[in-house]
Structure formats: C-alpha cells, structure tokens
C-alpha cells in the first residue's frame, strides 16, 4: 500500500495570489494525479501528473492557472495562481502503480479558502 | 469520454442491506471503482471489479456486468458509520474517471 501526505492541510489565501500544494507519496508509484472537490460535489480530475515532463491536464484546465511539477517518483506540487472565490475548494494529490497493486490511493487533501 | 450515474441520495436502517447502483458509458474501460468518503475526508477504497461477476469483502459486496454498464455495491449488516458517500468510479486507459457519488445515510 501506499501513505500520501499533502502540505498545507488547509489554507486561506487572498484573491490574486498563489499558492503550492506539495504531495509526497512514501512509495515509489507510476503515476501522480491531482483533482479537485468542490463543496458537496465529487471529485473532478485536473491533472496527470508526469515525472520530468509536463502534465496532462483534463479539458477545463490549463497549466497557467495550474502548474504542475514532479521532480521524481514520490514528490508532485500543485499551484494554484491569481486565486479567485471560485477557486475554494479541496484538492486531492492521488497515486497508482504500485507493483502488482491495481488500487489507487488519495492524500488527505487540501482545503483551500479564497476570500 | 465518460457518464457515469448513480442515485444522489439513498436512506436505510441500522442492521439493514442497502445496493447502491451506478450506470456508465465509457470510451476504454480498464476495471470499475467503489470508493467510500466520509465527510471532510479523502475517498478510501472499497472494491475493483474488472470482470463480469459479483467480489465480496466482509459485509461489502460488489458486482459488475461489462456487456449491461452497471455495476452494485451492496452493503450488508449497515452500521452507522456506513454513512457516508460512495463513489462510483470508472477507469479509462489510465485516468479515474468519478461519479457524482451517493450520500447514505443509516438510521437508528
């Protein structure tokens, strides 16, 4: 199995700024995801996130309202930029690949307030 | 793309069995996904089923017919920490693709 942690847990931040979500996984896995759960709503994927090369991001987003890194096998960040109210919600780094394992895991999340 | 459905909202008593149902369309279909979340908390895993038939855990059960788009999650002996949203889950070719989930809510 495998344990992912998320830094910040929560946030509240200021309409225009940015902020860098990092997510470690304590295994080395194939592949990295990032989604998005806004209140009361299920969970929407933004990005893959893909080792020394850029993400693939879904329809909807796009690398300049988020960057993506993952600088090696356990270690991704999500940004969030020029944040606006709209942009309050959870956001969940999710990891998959583990040898013989089919599961796939999600962090804790990251609660994000805009005001 | 990807459709996938499930009841937004489903009420059972303690002690009782509940089948939480999911439909999907997809384009690419590499297995199905049951996911629990509890309120404030990440999805935890419940079950996979990649081929036609019924998998059983303990007191959860989940069943899958590729040829019909449908899936159950059957959930036996409810607790009230069974309350919760479940989550319906399709994988592509290499994404997880998420329903909008069903709030349970168990009962006294």
């Known amino acids: 199995s495998a344990v992912i942690s998320q830094k910040p847990s929560r946030d509240i931040c200021q309409r225009g700024t940015s902020l860098t979500i990092q997510c470690q996984v304590d295994?080395?896995?194939?592949?990295m995801f990032w989604y998005r759960q806004q209140p009361g709503q299920s969970l929407t994927l933004i990005a893959t996130?893909?080792?020394?090369?850029?993400?693939?991001?879904e329809s909807g987003f796009v690398i300049d309202k988020f960057p993506i890194s993952r600088p090696n096998l356990t270690f991704s960040t999500l940004t969030v930029s020029n944040m606006s109210p709209e942009d309050s919600s959870i956001y969940l780094c999710?990891?998959?690949?583990?040898?013989?394992?089919?599961?796939?895991?999600f962090g804790p999340g990251t609660r994000l307030t805009v005001t | 793309g990807q459709n996938i459905d499930q009841p937004t909202e489903m009420t059972a008593t303690e002690g009782a069995i509940v089948q939480i149902n999911c439909t999907y369309q997809t384009s690419g279909f590499n297995g199905l996904f049951w996911y629990q979340q509890h309120a404030g908390e990440a999805p935890t895993f419940l079950s996979y089923?990649?081929?036609?038939g019924l998998e059983e855990k303990g007191r959860f059960s989940s069943f899958l017919s590729r040829s019909k788009g449908y899936s159950y999650l059957l959930l036996k002996e409810l607790q009230m920490k069974d309350s919760a949203s479940y989550l319906c889950?399709?994988?592509?070719?290499?994404?997880?693709?998420f329903g909008k989930g069903t709030m349970l809510l168990v009962s006294p």
């Open positions: 295994s080395q896995v194939t592949m």
């Open positions: 889950a399709v994988k592509g070719y290499s994404t997880l693709t």
């Open positions: 999710s990891a998959t690949g583990l040898a013989g394992d089919y599961e796939q895991y």
């Open positions: 089923n990649v081929l036609d």
């Open positions: 996130a893909n080792q020394g090369s850029e993400a693939t991001y």
